[in-house]
């Protein structure tokens, strides 16, 4: 594994004169555009549930939305994901550790992380529907990914000049001091194909909209494992890049 040294010391760059910025505190949000291809797969599973000719089973006894229907994700959906975002979910980790370091980490030669999935789930909300403010517990890290948005949304968007907040999830982190120096919450305005990683301790919410039409997303809880990879060995269960000095 890497030498990387236990630090949590802000080292500025003293060779230069440019003026730097740090943003050491809080969650990290990670951002990215998934696939057309893996969009389509994952809204045909919920498409051919509606028909009849794939079933999936109901997910809402684990969850808190006040939502038409939770699905949980089929095993070739769990599969279709981690194929496509498991490098995006290494990045995150390594990144998350660099800031908690805040030196550069890296992978050791022999060490790889193994993610596994802990709960996969589709949302499928409908006009009135929403999310209150929650936690997803027993992982690490969670995930938004959203694959249908009413067009009538979009116009109820265009139309509300009140405080945005329709159809929108909210996060919201530590207390509320300071809005300008010190955020503690922000929204994101969802859109096909956008996909979120954020720590599955962040608090967030979703708030209800009135157009017709489905707005559905899917999330997944994650944890990790560090592996030796000459020895194929779990070195340490769950929560190793909260406890090693190295990644
Ligand atoms: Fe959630």
Redesign the pocket.
């Known amino acids: 594994m890497s030498e990387t040294k236990q630090q949590t010391i802000l080292i500025p760059n003293r060779e230069t004169s440019e003026s730097q910025l740090y943003s050491p505190f809080g969650p990290l949000i990670g951002y990215k555009k998934l696939s057309d291809e893996l969009v389509n797969t994952l809204n045909e599973g919920v498409d051919n549930h509606e028909k009849g000719s794939e079933t999936l089973e109901d997910h809402s006894d684990y969850?808190v939305?006040k939502i038409q229907e939770e699905l949980t994700f089929s095993e070739h959906h769990v599969a279709a994901v981690m194929r496509e975002l498991i490098p995006f979910i290494k990045e995150y980790l390594v990144a998350s550790k660099s800031r908690e370091l805040m030196v550069p980490a890296e992978l050791g030669k022999n060490t790889d992380i193994n993610v596994a999935v802990d709960g996969a789930w589709f949302v499928r909300s409908f006009a009135g529907d929403f999310?209150p403010i929650?936690?997803?517990t027993d992982c690490l890290l969670?995930c938004?990914g959203y694959l249908n948005i009413p067009e009538e949304l979009e116009k109820e968007w265009e139309n509300d000049s009140g405080y945005p907040c329709v159809g929108l999830t909210q996060f919201v982190f530590g207390a509320p001091t300071d809005s300008f120096y010190a955020p503690c919450h922000f929204f994101i305005k969802p859109k096909v194909g956008d996909f979120y990683l954020f720590p599955a301790s962040l608090q967030?919410m979703v708030y209800p909209f009135k157009s017709k039409g489905e707005r559905r997303s899917f999330?997944m809880n994650f944890i990790f494992n560090l592996i030796d990879k000459k020895n194929k060995v779990l070195t340490k269960p769950q929560k190793v890049l909260g406890e090693y000095g190295e990644v």
């Open positions: 969850l939305g999310n929650h936690t997803h969670s938004i967030h999330s």
